[in-house]
């Protein structure tokens, strides 16, 4: 374990999140999603829920801030004007760890395409239906920037 | 992920264990410990704490019944007269998942040079230190020897 890198980021999970640059997506799965088939890297975190996964990312990993959009969710059913109770704690978490930030609900389609072509993939064992998410890595601003 | 099998058991874990024979051992340790280093087979369970991973795999893998002692625990501070809330927590599914066996405080070198040669080794995020243990893997017994 780390001084301060929440222990939830296992080696594997952690590299791969550094190794990630400014525009690779990452996606964050539920446990019954096709992970093994459809991901680029793929980093099992068997075991946990998708909130606790999502919320230990984001205490390392800069969201994408050069985009009007950059955090990316399925939809019931893969309907967009539906919320299930796992989408609105993701908001929750998207909203404390990267303010004023949206969280974007995609048709079914769409989303699938996307994480499929995501640099890495998190299969977490979510029982929740419908539970994933893409977050597109943004930039950590050079010191004295006034961003940073 | 499957049918009455728990979601914490990933398909690593879930193949390990499969593959073990009778009187192989498994260690399951703690964050600190230095499993990297010590393991003949690692899974990593990063994130996990150790009584839930303990459960789950004792859900799944039987216990052996061929010998006096088959489920040991490290001590605190190397000093089995010592005991410690989560030594407690173990004894409590280890009473639950395989009744009537004893859970063995051993000496600190012993564990660790028993916890070194065992045939794989899972690594939790366990924050509470010596809280690893080592099960020793039974027999499932044939159908009709009233014992399976």
Known sequence: MLIGIPALLGPELLAVLRAMGHGDEIA?????????????????????????????????????????????????????????????????????????????????????ARARSAHAMVATSEPRLYANIIIRKGVIYPQGTGKE
């Open 28 to 112: 964050i799965v539920d446990g019954n999603y096709p992970a093994e088939q459809d991901a680029n890297r793929l980093v099992r975190a068997d075991g946990l829920d998708l909130i606790p996964v999502l919320d230990a990312i984001l205490t390392v990993l800069p969201v994408d801030d050069f985009v009007p959009e950059a955090l990316f969710r399925s939809s019931v059913k893969g309907d967009p004007q539906l919320i299930d109770q796992v989408h609105r704690e993701m908001e929750v978490v998207c909203a404390k760890r990267a303010p004023g930030r949206k969280l974007v609900a995609m048709q079914g389609a769409d989303f699938y």
